[in-house]
């Protein structure tokens, strides 16, 4: 029987080796991308068909070195290996529902706050689909999400069941992540941290300085964490203290205002868990930020505001930078006022469902207020709102803004329940380390809209889910507790 498998195994290799050649061959010939995949697509397959859990592994992995292509001669744009595991993973749920439909899916999960938030805010996005100025956008927005809630909302109360789970998950993403940060440092270092050059030295792996430093930003809380649950391994310890001593240099090199702001906000969070306050921060957040619109729109006070009439530009550095915000003269924030305004003026002509999924930039030139207007509000990367709250409110109406912000006040509120309910030291590490996570998020995602990119979105999702995960474990370890 060994001797049949040792055959097997040696046919397997050489097939797949002849099948390999065959492919770069066929490649080389016909420059076609396509061929160069299939050995990679059948060993996706073999994979997918003896250990689909494995295939989630390679997700995680894979993930932070994604990388955007366009294809069909810019027509659509994909990222790759990820968002391609991720379509795999659609059908995967598919049969898996066909084949066991009644058990898949534990009732405690069905059963979640955040679980009837994630349903209705699908609801509602098809609802907004369906009365979309453009459906076609709609549509391709509402594809994406779905197989990427799928994947890190879904598949991940199947994938995490023990401890040695989440401790995979984090170096499964932070090491790629961590090298890929010390050759952009690198990089930046041989730049002379050159303010303009932030966005080149992350190629390929982000699209711009925002992305990454969000990404650095909102796993610094993990690698705190980490280091104090390595308590009493030195060399566990050595390491990660030189990856949190490496990181904050990194997030401040990267020249993103709101990744610094995320780390700090991230402290707050876990403060206010502690102390059993965390409930009132988001609301106080809210109130806030409405106060302040509402003095910004009396008496048109914003105007105060606009652009400098001498010269809007990129800062030359970061001082530069959060100075440049209130003198008029940062080209960033200008822009981002110049959206905002565009958006909230769209979003009383369309309040309930929002002009469309993946709709705003043919919808918001007309709505703009020429006073804010720089020399890169032409827009050519069609970029949107910079605004979460506002991206919903405009492209799906107010119930989907309104979703979003219940979603964030729910989930910091089970993450204070959680930690103070489980008397298991791991579990209370990684829910305080999961609220800062997102936390981090949510400031990022407040001055762009980072869940629609692959590596942010992800980390954010899946915290969502890991939360769902943890409030069932430590709501059972507190009845075995009682039961003793």
Known sequence: MELAARKADKWIVTAGSLLFLLAVCTFAYTQNYIFIGIPFALVLLAITVYNWKALYWLLIFVTPLSCEISIFNGVLSTTIPDEQIMWLFVLILIFMVAANHRHLLPKWFLEHPLTLIFFLQFVWMMVAVIFSTDIIPSLKFMAAKSWFWTSYIILPILVFKEKKDFRNAFLLFAIPTLLHALFAFSWHYIEQFDYYKSNTVVTPFYTNHVDY????????????????????????????????????????????????????????????????????????????????????????????????????????????????????????????????????????????????????????????????????????????????????????????????????????????????????????????????????????????????????????????????????????????????
């Open 213 to 484: 430093s969000s990404v650095l930003s909102m796993l610094f809380p993990l690698f705190i964490i980490a280091f104090q649950l390595a308590k009493g391994k030195t060399g566990y310890r050595i390491i990660i203290g030189a990856a949190i001593l490496f990181l904050i240099p990194a997030i401040y090199v990267a020249a993103a205002r709101a990744a610094i702001l995320g780390v700090i906000f991230a402290l707050v969070i876990a403060a206010a868990i502690r102390i059993r306050k965390v409930n009132w921060v988001m609301p106080s957040v809210f109130v806030v930020i409405a106060l302040l619109i509402m003095f910004m729109i009396r008496d048109n006070r914003y105007m105060q505001f606009r652009p400098s009439m001498d010269r809007t530009a990129t800062q030359e550095n970061f001082a530069d930078a959060v100075s440049g915000m209130f003198t008029g003269k940062d080209m960033s924030s200008m822009e981002r006022f110049y959206r905002w305004i565009a958006a909230v003026r769209m979003s009383t002509e369309h309040p309930l469902v929002g002009v469309g999924p993946n709709n705003f930039y043919e919808n918001y030139k007309p709505y703009t207020v020429t006073a804010f207007r720089t020399w890169v509000s032409r827009n050519d990367e069609k970029s949107t709102t910079h605004n979460y709250f506002l991206f919903m409110l405009v492209e799906q109406g107010w119930p989907a803004m309104i979703l979003y912000a219940v979603m964030l006040m729910v989930f910091f509120a089970t993450a204070q329940k959680v930690y103070h309910r489980t008397r298991d030291t791991f579990y209370k590490k990684v829910v305080i380390g999961l609220a800062m996570l997102l936390a981090a998020g949510f400031v990022n995602n407040f001055f762009s809209e980072l869940l629609e990119t692959h590596k942010v979105g992800a980390l954010f999702y899946i915290s969502m889910s890991l939360m769902i995960v943890l409030d069932h474990k430590t709501k059972q370890e507190a009845a075995a507790y009682a039961a003793a």
